[in-house]
């Protein structure tokens, strides 16, 4: 089952990628030889298989609800491509 | 000084405990080999000398070893680590472009711990972004040498790390593998290489790709210099809830030379198709050698290994188009200097600051884990998973390792693969079902092909490093392969 470029372009929507047509076509190859690959699966008898996340058993983990110092916001903030306040700056979302 | 670079991690702590050389020298000589080296090996991404000689001399390892006080284990020895591995203060790249200058405000914990035990941190190794490739030819930043053959790629994604070893500029690094980006590059720089099981080695502060298969371990020259090194690394993190709460024994006194009562399984599905001939009949002459000392071995089989690779391949990109979801280019990281909107934002910065290999995987990723698609990739492939966790439980019921190749072939040249991702996925076939079943898997030096290193991979059962160490200890007693050094 090929993908076309427009469903590639809708995955790409979903992934928050801005494809551009080159891209968009090179994306789009090489997910359809994934997918290719991936049809070897489809043959394989998995009735009754349990699916399994992690390799090793995993348990809930509790610990005492204890307060510990964060990061200190400044050092968090040293990072962010733009920020004001104590606070990251985005674009505008609400309009008005 | 001279002939201090290129030493094991024990013969530099023989240096420094005896008081023939300080801290001071043996991070100064490596410093000087980067100097001497590194242009045409690039191994290094971020090199740290002043943190290195700052922290050889802060230590005071040479006062206790003055006085006869005994230093921990890996004081005063440099190091190198993966730059997906946080490093408080200092840049943590991940091999991308949309991390040009990320400054941790934290540690990673097992950066922490190298730091506590004394050893210095002289850089930062080159990597395919975020651990995604096999040859470094994904870096952001220029591909890595394999130090036996400049034309060659290092393997990946820890190539970095391994070039780094192989080349002498620091006795041991770490890495992290997550389909066999430590044993692959391993393998293809003749240095040893270990993936330790799932949860012995905490994930906190490395750069997540796949977060149920990623894992950290050691580069080293010896096989009881990845134990040394395992022993300062491995145990129960609080801030890494997948950690394993479990002893740690000491790995070096599993290095002995004693292969008697050992039982070899030698699966035949690693020794079929796409796989070299005279890499297959190199491992083969390693499995008699060990039998010669003792072990026995017999051929067995893991059937679902066909089907590793595609299960692979949907289940490690689901993971990392969920983990890579957080570089927005609002929090760190590179923003657009377009202004698009908020949605815009996220899709001019993401698409301006992955490279093409990670936007295929965010793309297989986020595509095999959409509304109606999920049962028949995602779900299928965790099945598939079972079924190769199962016969890896079968075989350790009659074996206590199993002996494969590390990789189909040698090392490639530059360039060889980087326009056909098919092929370069095929590059780590035989070390990614190791990781589906989270066991512990080691590759070391078993001989050369027109003098190209090959590997030999060990695999144990889940946290049994100690039989693993057992079987590639006694393999490196009784060969000579590790001693064998790259010319630069």
Not at chain 1, 64 to 85: F, M
Not at chain 2, 20 to 29: L, P, T
Not at chain 2, 318 to 345: C, M, P, Q, W
Not at chain 2, 378 to 402: P, S
Request: with cysteine; aromatic share 6%.
């Amino acid at each position: 089952m090929e993908l076309t470029l427009d469903e590639v372009r809708k995955v790409a929507l979903l992934a928050r990628l801005e494809l551009d047509p080159d891209e968009l076509e090179l994306q789009s190859r090489h997910l359809n030889d994934l997918l290719a690959q991936f049809e070897a699966l489809q043959g394989l008898d998995v009735s009754g298989i349990e699916p399994n996340s992690h390799s090793v058993p995993l348990f809930n983990v509790m610990r005492e609800d204890i307060s510990r110092p964060s990061l200190p916001r400044d050092a968090v903030l040293e990072n962010a491509p733009e920020s004001r306040d104590g606070c990251f700056i985005v674009p505008r979302i609400i309009e008005g | 000084m001279n002939g201090i670079a290129g030493k094991t991690v024990r013969e530099l702590r023989e240096l420094l405990t005896s008081g023939q050389a300080s801290a001071r020298d043996v991070a100064e000589a490596h410093i000087a080999r980067i100097e001497a080296v590194d242009s045409r090996v690039r191994a290094f991404l971020t090199p740290t000398p002043d943190v290195a000689i700052r922290q050889a001399t802060d230590a005071d390892i040479d006062a206790s070893c003055a006085r006869g006080d005994s230093i921990a284990p890996l004081a005063g020895i440099p190091f190198a680590l993966k730059d997906n591995i946080c490093t408080r203060g200092i840049r943590t790249t991940a091999g991308s472009r949309i991390l040009p200058n990320f400054i941790p405000p934290y540690d990673a914990t097992v950066t922490v711990r190298l730091l506590d035990a004394g050893s210095a941190l002289i850089g930062k190794t080159n990597c395919d972004e975020f651990a995604m490739g096999s040859s470094t030819e994904n870096s952001g930043y220029f591909p890595s040498r394999n130090p036996w053959d400049l034309e060659r790629v290092p393997g990946g994604s820890s190539g970095g790390s391994a070039a780094a070893v192989a080349a002498g500029e620091v006795p041991f690094s770490l890495g992290s593998d997550t389909g066999g980006s430590i044993r692959q590059p391993a393998a293809f720089c003749g240095i040893v290489g270990l993936k330790p099981t799932y949860g012995r080695v905490s994930r906190y502060g490395l750069v997540a790709y796949a977060s149920s298969l990623d894992q950290i371990g050691p580069l080293t020259r010896t096989v009881e210099d990845a134990a040394l090194v395992l022993n300062a690394i491995a145990g129960h993190d609080p801030l890494d809830s997948t950690s394993v709460n479990s002893p740690v024994p000491d790995y070096t006194l599993a290095c002995r030379a004693d292969a008697k009562g050992l039982r070899i399984g030698v699966p035949r599905q690693y020794f079929g198709e796409g796989v070299d001939p005279g890499v297959a009949s190199v491992v083969r002459a390693a499995v008699d050698l060990l039998c010669g000392l003792g072990a026995t071995a017999e051929e067995c089989d893991l059937p679902s290994t066909e089907y590793a690779l595609a299960s692979y391949y949907i289940i490690a990109p689901s993971e990392a188009s969920s983990n890579l979801a957080r570089f927005d280019g609002v929090k760190y990281g590179h923003r657009t200097k377009e202004l698009a909107g908020h949605i815009g934002l996220m899709e001019k910065s993401r698409d301006e600051g992955f490279g093409d290999e990670v936007k295929q995987r965010i793309m297989i990723g986020t595509y095999a884990l959409s509304a109606g698609y999920y049962d028949a990739y995602y779900k299928r492939a965790q099945q598939v998973r079972t079924l190769i966790r199962r016969e890896f439980d079968a075989a350790f019921e009659r074996f206590d390792v199993l002996l494969t190749p590390t990789t189909p072939t040698t090392a490639f040249k530059l360039g060889e693969k980087s326009g056909d991702p098919l092929a370069m996925k095929l590059a780590d076939v035989l070390t990614l079902p190791v990781n589906m079943a989270g066991l512990p898997g080691l590759s070391l030096p078993c001989g050369f092909i027109d003098g190209l290193p090959v590997g030999l991979q060990i695999i144990g059962r889940p946290f049994d490093e100690e039989t693993v160490f057992r079987t590639a200890y006694t393999y490196e007693q009784a060969t000579d392969w590790h001693a064998r050094r790259a010319e630069l």
